[in-house]
């Protein structure tokens, strides 16, 4: 696991948010819920809209498009949907917020 800090300790430090953010040349988002973090890819499978111009609803993010949801946790989407969106592993540090990637996306994502 490679592990990206994304957010500094002061952006962490805000109230519940939903934004995006790079990881390197990654671009993804970032949702600050109820006090917890996720990291989740930016765009929506359904038809490419940007998940973090969204919000949070009951543990989804909603897309801004069509209004399609995908679980935080998991990342299915709802119920007759059919599809999922990626989720990275999140860890607070104490200089901020760092995202995890498997080592065999490292490339793909960042190249
Ligand atoms: S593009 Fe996201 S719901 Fe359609």
């Known amino acids: 696991m490679i592990w990206v800090k994304v957010l500094s300790k002061q952006e962490t430090e805000r109230e519940d948010f939903v934004e995006m953010a790079k990881a390197d040349s990654k ?3 970032i949702v600050k819920h109820n006090g917890k973090f996720s990291a989740i890819q930016n765009t ?3 038809a490419g ?3 973090s111009g969204g ?5 989804n993010i909603i897309c801004p498009i069509h209004r399609w ?3 935080l ?3 299915r989407g ?3 949907q059919g599809d999922y969106i990626d989720i990275y592993p999140t860890e607070l540090r ?3 917020l760092y995202v995890g990637f498997k080592q065999n996306w490292i490339k793909k994502l960042f190249s």
């Open 69 to 71: 949801e995908y679980n």
């Open 73 to 75: 946790t998991n990342g």
């Open 27 to 29: 671009k993804i988002c």
């Open 78 to 80: 709802a119920e007759g």
């Open 94 to 96: 104490e200089d901020g």
């Open 55 to 59: 919000w949070c609803k009951e543990g």
């Open 49 to 51: 809209g940007i998940l």
């Open 44 to 46: 929506c499978p359904h």
